[in-house]
């Protein structure tokens, strides 16, 4: 199973642009990578998904370099309301996402 | 589409008392799953099927059951309770091509 590292905490303000990190040095050929929000007392919602390069969409990027050991999830502009847990998860899309991994995930909390 | 519904959204047992959670979905999804998350934890799969009539076990499966009778329910039963099962569960579906999509989760507190 394929294990991802991210920072536990970051900080940011208003309107900064916020990059999170993760580390997925033992992804397999046929893992995509996901990240998910998650705010206090709901289930994870889905933000994006890639498999390489970068993938765009009407909230976020996910830049993943050639070697996908890592990839980066890219916040502009973040507002209060984008204060949340974000996992990254590798897992290949044919079993449903379960031979996936829930880390502890990464604290973002913005500030006013 | 409601998506993924559980209930309750609360419960508060006694040590060695059983209850099922209920999960369901009106998607047409084949994978169902159900996760727990305790306090500052990510979550860990405790059960998932991947079709009616097809279940496994997760990371964490002990002292939970599942069946899947149907492609739109998933309920999860806790055996007997133990305070150790005291968390928050999400159940989740999915279709082959898509995300997950979970539940807005049960509370559950086991005295």
């Known amino acids: 199973l394929a294990k991802t590292t991210q920072p536990i905490s970051m900080d940011s303000y208003e309107g900064q642009e916020v990059n999170i990190t993760c580390s997925h040095n033992n992804i397999a050929t046929n893992d995509y990578i996901t990240w998910y929000q998650q705010f206090p007392s709901q289930g994870p919602r889905f933000i994006i998904q890639?498999?390489?390069t970068k993938v765009t969409n009407e909230v976020a990027s996910l830049f993943i370099p050639a070697d996908r050991k890592s990839s980066t999830l890219s916040l502009p502009r973040v507002s209060l309301s984008d204060t949340a847990v974000y996992y990254c998860l590798v897992g290949a899309l044919n079993t449903g996402g379960f031979k996936t991994i829930f880390g502890a995930g990464t604290r973002l909390f913005v500030k006013a | 589409n409601a998506g993924v519904t559980q209930t309750p959204k609360f419960q508060v047992l006694k040590t060695g008392q059983s209850m099922t959670l209920q999960c369901a979905q009106d998607m047409n999804h084949e994978y169902m799953s159900w996760y727990r998350q305790d306090p500052g934890m990510g979550l860990r799969l405790i059960h998932y099927?991947?079709?009616?009539?097809?279940?496994d076990q997760g990371e964490v499966p002990n002292g939970y059951n599942v069946s899947r009778s149907t492609t739109e329910d998933f309920p999860l039963r806790l055996l007997s309770a133990a305070p150790s099962q005291t968390s928050v569960y999400f159940c989740?579906?999915?279709?082959?091509?898509?995300?997950?999509?979970f539940g807005p989760g049960t509370r559950l507190t086991v005295l």
């Open positions: 989740a579906s999915r279709s082959t091509t898509d995300t997950q999509y």
């Open positions: 890639g498999y390489k």
């Open positions: 099927s991947v079709g009616a009539g097809i279940t």
